[in-house]
């Protein structure tokens, strides 16, 4: 079954560290991924998408075919980083296949 | 253009009534997402539709539910006999299209079903 498994709920890091957020994919072909974030009140929003390759806000995030993993990771924490963040995985279709998120929390 | 909106952005209703939502897209997209989200799960995909074609329906929509979207441009997502399960966060997402893959979400509506 194609699904998306972001294993970690809540994780909280001080401000200037190294942040990964993990994301693992089942799917059997070639994936389009993303990663959307939630910040307090706001609307989801595309952070990055797999291809593009490009570095949003410090953050990156690299396709591991062999593992099926797309972990984002960003090297020094900023307080504003905290949020919700979702991998989305498009398996094929546009049917968009969400994680059940984490929630980053940057202690000062 | 202010974004994707969403009307109402809440609505509380008791088992067994219909609803009917309403997504605005951003104007010139042409692919138009529904999404549910509960407590502490991502959004789940419902529908999706490019123009007025209604592509996809996820397998777990039930009869009960009904997605329009006349003319390509606003669409309608209606529950018939709300169950006390319905409740949820509704979300609409809309994309320009092509190989653009960047979702613009509404607010949202929240129901609550008593």
């Known amino acids: 079954a194609q699904r998306v498994t972001q294993p970690e709920k809540l994780l909280s890091v001080f401000k200037g560290a190294p942040v990964e957020l993990k994301c693992n994919y089942s799917?059997?072909?070639?994936?389009?991924l993303f990663w959307y974030v939630q910040y307090s009140r706001q609307r989801l929003q595309l952070l990055l998408r797999?291809?593009s390759r490009e570095s949003i806000k410090g953050f990156t995030a690299d396709l591991n075919k062999g593992e099926t993993s797309f972990h984002l990771k960003k090297p020094f924490a900023q307080e504003e980083d905290s949020a919700m963040y979702y991998c989305?995985?498009?398996?094929?279709?546009?049917?968009?296949?969400f994680g059940t998120g984490t929630r980053l929390k940057v202690l000062a | 253009d202010t974004g994707v909106s969403q009307d109402p952005r809440h609505k509380i209703t008791k088992r067994g009534q219909n609803v009917t939502f309403r997504c605005d897209p951003i104007?010139?997209?042409?692919?138009l997402y529904w999404y549910r989200q509960t407590l502490g799960q991502g959004p789940e995909f419902l529908t999706y539709?490019?123009?007025?074609?209604?592509?996809?329906k996820s397998r777990l929509l039930s009869d009960r539910f009904s997605a329009e979207r006349p003319k390509g441009s606003f669409s309608t997502l209606e529950i018939q006999r709300t169950e006390q399960g319905d409740s949820a966060m509704y979300l609409c997402?809309?994309?320009?299209?092509?190989?653009?893959?960047?979702?613009?979400f509404g607010p949202g509506t929240r129901l609550t079903v008593t």
């Open positions: 797999h291809i």
């Open positions: 989305a995985l498009i398996p094929g279709t546009y049917k968009y296949i």
């Open positions: 104007s010139e997209h042409n692919r």
């Open positions: 539709f490019q123009n007025e074609a209604q592509l996809e």
């Open positions: 799917y059997s072909g070639s994936p389009e």
């Open positions: 997402a809309s994309e320009r299209g092509g190989d653009s893959y960047e979702q613009y």
